[in-house]
């Protein structure tokens, strides 16, 4: 089995990567800046959903022991139609190359054929592959991306539109240990798993961990979905891309995201783990730099 990580630098495409690189699984990064932001003795080709020219990158590449790609992990690319680059590349990948499986990151609420990476999912349906879609929820590591521990370290404060909504934030890890299974194992999944942590906790709840793993009080400021719209704006984010942020905080706010199952444990063999152990494991980042 050799397999190519869309993504290749994303939260999960990394720590997928580790796991295949420990079990001595061939892999192959792909993303727009190719190797020059791929971890250290990973490998890496150029690769754009937008520009078809670099499709073909991954399939070039040669691998040490030989051998061709025949699982893909596929990340959407932050565009307003995602699906249409992502299945005209999974029906080249399929037809032109012979890639039989394919891993797909969605949104926990994703169904078949809506529009977004419903649509990849449905495209995988029509098309008979073998397939797996993962739902995950929110990911712990949002706290961590470089604007969210910023404001956390230098203001104290928390911002959403996500108001008393409780969710059950996962770790990326636990999505790329669900990813590596439905990647590796020798019967494909065929089925989607939502990928969830292992307790409910409101935007207040998450704030108090982390003050309590910090020691000293952090915030959660509550943001109506426009006041969040706008603050995203500020912030640099695409005016669609701030818009469904906006609005899937405000759906999480009415309990949209409020779910549990096991789906890590049964897959994986193990818990997922907490938003404690991730805030004591990343207290640093969200210090003031005196400290």
Known sequence: MHVLLTGGTGKTSVRLARFLQNE?????????????????????????????????????????????????????PLVAEPWKPMNEFIDYARKEHGVKRFVLVAGSSTEPSQPGVGMVWQHFLDTGVDYCVLRPSWFMENLSEEGVSSVIRDQGKIYTACGDGKIPFVGAIDIAAVAFRAITDSQSHNCDHRVLGPELLTYDEVAEKLSAA???????????????????????????YARFLADLEAAASTGSETRMDAAVEKVTGRAPRTLDLFAHENVGLWQPVSQ
């Open 24 to 76: 001595n699984i061939p892999f192959l990064l792909a993303s727009r800046r190719s190797s020059s932001a791929a971890p250290s003795g990973m490998p890496a080709v150029k690769f754009d959903w937008m520009d078809q020219s670099t499709w073909k990158e991954p399939f070039q590449y040669r691998f040490a022991g030989g051998g061709t790609i025949s699982a893909i992990y596929l990340m959407q």
């Open 214 to 240: 910090l020691g000293r009080p952090i915030e959660h400021v509550k943001l109506s979905v426009d006041q969040r719209y706008e603050g995203l704006v500020s912030a640099g984010l695409p005016d669609y």
